[in-house]
Each structure stands twice: as C-alpha cells, then as structure tokens.
Nanobody, 127 residues
C-alpha cells in the first residue's frame, strides 16, 4: 500500500546542485522516519540523511553535513534532499525510505529501521 516515488536525479558537474523529491502515498506519514540512502556498486549502502515527520528533527551522515539538506512538505506528502556543492564521490544511486509509525523525536541512519523503499534515482557528478 505504501509507495515512494522518487524524481530529480541526473548528471551534474562538480560544484553543482540537484534536488531529489520523494512523493509518499498510502499512509498519513504523521509519525514516521523518512530517509535518503545511497549506494555505489561494490560498496555497502549508507544512510545520507533522515527526518522525523513529527517535529522535523534531522540526522546527517557527517561527510554531507552542510552540503545536503533533508526537508519535508507535509501538504504535498513529499520529502526532499537538496544536494549542493556536489563532489564526484557523491555519485551513487539514491534511495528514499520510510519507517512504520513510531513514537520518538529522531531517526537513525540504519537501513534496518526502514520498511519501505523507493525505486532509486541516479546521481552522477563529473569532475
């Protein structure tokens, strides 16, 4: 029933920006963790940023802190990831993820915490 649909990926030069969108449906998403993960072939999937929908508390993977921003638009049931000052090492498939409802104030960057996943959106950064 829950569906996450991503958009916004593409190819940019180093230093450029992209904005990824994740449209969520099938739930109210009032008390969920929403997150972005990324994976490069041959490497383990890593959490990039997470947001708790009730209150908006966020958590970031340190290498992207200050460059990437996760945000939400509750009226549109959409979660965004703004990627600025992109580097070639940011090249990866980026996935949107959502947890089941939970009580709390923050979210982990651990993929075991998430139950629903989008299809992925490729981000490629050239030097």
């Amino acid at each position: 029933q829950v569906q996450l649909v991503e958009s916004g990926g593409g190819s940019v030069q180093a230093g450029g920006s992209l904005r990824l969108s994740c449209l969520a449906s099938g739930d109210s998403f009032d008390n969920n963790c929403m997150a972005w993960f990324r994976q490069t072939p041959g490497k383990e999937r890593e959490g990039v940023a997470a947001l708790y929908t009730h209150g908006g508390n966020t958590r970031y993977f340190e290498p992207v802190r200050g460059r990437f921003t996760i945000s939400q638009d509750n009226a549109k049931n959409t979660v965004y990831l703004q990627l600025n000052s992109l580097k070639p090492e940011d090249t990866a498939m980026y996935y949107c993820a959502a947890s089941t409802p939970q009580m709390g104030y923050g979210c982990e960057l651990d993929d075991s915490e998430y139950n629903y996943w989008g299809q992925g959106s490729q981000v490629t950064v050239s030097s």
